[in-house]
């Protein structure tokens, strides 16, 4: 292994791509153990809707960072980075190599380029005041506001993202400084890892069709169920755990504000925007390395040996 810099490899892509079924197969090659990087496998009892990998499906591959939360407990990239990186000592400490797998870009990013996210005030009430207007004005109102200070930010920032656009807000609040500003300055920071990030994809047609069958089969398998227990326990769309897709989506179907129709329509419609948002991410990330499934004629052993090949010449190179 490199002295200087730790491996680390990473595979990622939309929704759907298929990212689960490589990802045990990368593992096993290069004697990895996988890091989730997704914000709902996080949470214990939400198994069908976050299509969360199966026990039988790992084939002995040590996964983190599922099943470690209840739903109540909120979740966020910060929790996520202290996690991440606990677990990757973890992984070091036995010679093996970290694999972070999942579509939550974000909280890639957060590990690959270490960013910052110290607080710089431990008094809430700016950021409380903030929640309370979203909630008297809408949110609407607070985007509104952000993009008065950091057009960048309101632009990057989806107006519903209440908790993003307050953490824009509450950061210029507290230090002056423009959210966007800080993060081109982390997004630029060399990674302190020798690392090989894999971005897997697919034809968009055959990518939105798999979305579709997806939400069917998660149905299949009791989606409804599932929110209907989570809903049973005290649940509720206010909680970080219910606003992922597929929860929401059904608590508004139990709660009666849709027709079960409407709600399969809104999940499969909401999840290939999704999916559309991610692929965008990924393309501004640097040093990408693209697997477009169609280059190899979706043969999983020809996308593996090849990114196996690069893996092996990134660390020759840092070596």
Same mark, same amino acid.
């Given at each position: 292994?490199? #002295?200087l810099?730790?491996?680390?490899?990473?595979l990622?892509g939309?929704?759907a791509?298929?990212?689960?079924k490589?990802?045990?197969?990368?593992?096993?090659a290069? @004697?990895g *153990?996988?890091i989730? +990087?997704?914000?709902m496998q996080v949470?214990?009892?939400m198994?069908?809707?976050? %299509?969360?990998?199966?026990p039988e499906?790992? /084939?002995?591959?040590?996964h983190?960072?599922?099943d470690?939360?209840e739903?109540e407990e909120?979740?966020?990239?910060v929790?996520f980075?202290? !996690? +991440?990186?606990a677990?990757? *000592?973890?992984? $070091?400490?036995?010679?093996h190599?970290?694999?972070l797998?999942g579509g939550t &870009?974000f909280?890639i990013? %957060?590990i690959?380029?270490?960013?910052?996210?110290?607080?710089?005030?431990?008094?809430d009430?700016?950021?409380r005041s =903030?929640e309370? =207007?979203a909630? /008297?004005q809408g949110?609407?109102e !607070?985007h509104?506001?952000? +993009?008065?200070?950091?057009?960048?930010a309101a %632009?990057?920032?989806h107006?519903n993202?209440v908790?993003?656009?307050?953490? %824009?807000?509450e950061? $210029?609040?507290?230090?002056?400084?423009?959210?966007s500003?800080?993060?081109?300055q982390e997004? *630029?920071?060399q990674?302190p $890892?020798?690392?090989?990030y894999?971005?897997?994809n697919?034809?968009?047609?055959k990518?939105y069709?798999?979305i579709?069958?997806? #939400?069917d089969q998660?149905?299949e398998? @009791?989606? !409804? /169920?599932e929110?209907?227990g989570l809903?049973e326990?005290g649940c509720t769309r206010d909680?970080v755990?219910?606003? &992922? =897709?597929g929860?929401k989506?059904?608590?508004?179907y139990l709660?009666g504000?849709?027709?079960?129709? *409407?709600?399969?329509y809104i999940?499969?419609?909401?999840t290939r925007h999704f999916?559309?948002?991610q692929i965008?991410w990924?393309k501004?990330?640097q040093?990408?390395?693209?697997?477009?499934?169609a280059?190899?004629?979706?043969d999983?052993? +020809?996308?593996?040996?090849h990114m196996?090949?690069?893996?092996?010449?990134?660390?020759e190179?840092e070596g």
């Amino acid at each position: 292994m490199n #002295v200087l810099k730790k491996p680390l490899l990473i595979l990622t892509g939309p929704t759907a791509v298929g990212k689960t079924k490589l990802s045990i197969a990368l593992a096993k090659a290069v @004697g990895g *153990e996988i890091i989730s +990087a997704d914000s709902m496998q996080v949470y214990r009892h939400m198994d069908i809707g976050s %299509a969360k990998i199966r026990p039988e499906e790992m /084939e002995g591959v040590p996964h983190h960072l599922l099943d470690v939360l209840e739903p109540e407990e909120p979740f966020h990239v910060v929790r996520f980075q202290e !996690l +991440a990186k606990a677990a990757m *000592e973890e992984i $070091y400490r036995r010679d093996h190599i970290p694999i972070l797998v999942g579509g939550t &870009g974000f909280y890639i990013q %957060a590990i690959l380029k270490d960013i910052d996210f110290t607080e710089n005030s431990g008094d809430d009430s700016y950021r409380r005041s =903030l929640e309370q =207007l979203a909630r /008297e004005q809408g949110p609407q109102e !607070l985007h509104r506001r952000l +993009a008065l200070v950091d057009q960048q930010a309101a %632009a990057e920032i989806h107006s519903n993202n209440v908790k993003r656009v307050i953490r %824009a807000l509450e950061f $210029y609040h507290l230090t002056g400084q423009r959210i966007s500003e800080h993060n081109r300055q982390e997004r *630029e920071k060399q990674s302190p $890892y020798c690392f090989a990030y894999f971005v897997l994809n697919d034809d968009r047609e055959k990518l939105y069709r798999q979305i579709d069958l997806r #939400v069917d089969q998660m149905l299949e398998e @009791g989606l !409804l /169920e599932e929110v209907r227990g989570l809903k049973e326990r005290g649940c509720t769309r206010d909680m970080v755990s219910m606003q &992922g =897709l597929g929860y929401k989506e059904m608590l508004d179907y139990l709660e009666g504000r849709t027709t079960l129709e *409407e709600a399969i329509y809104i999940l499969k419609r909401d999840t290939r925007h999704f999916a559309k948002r991610q692929i965008t991410w990924f393309k501004r990330e640097q040093e990408v390395i693209w697997i477009n499934k169609a280059d190899f004629r979706y043969d999983q052993e +020809a996308m593996l040996s090849h990114m196996i090949k690069i893996w092996r010449e990134k660390q020759e190179m840092e070596g």
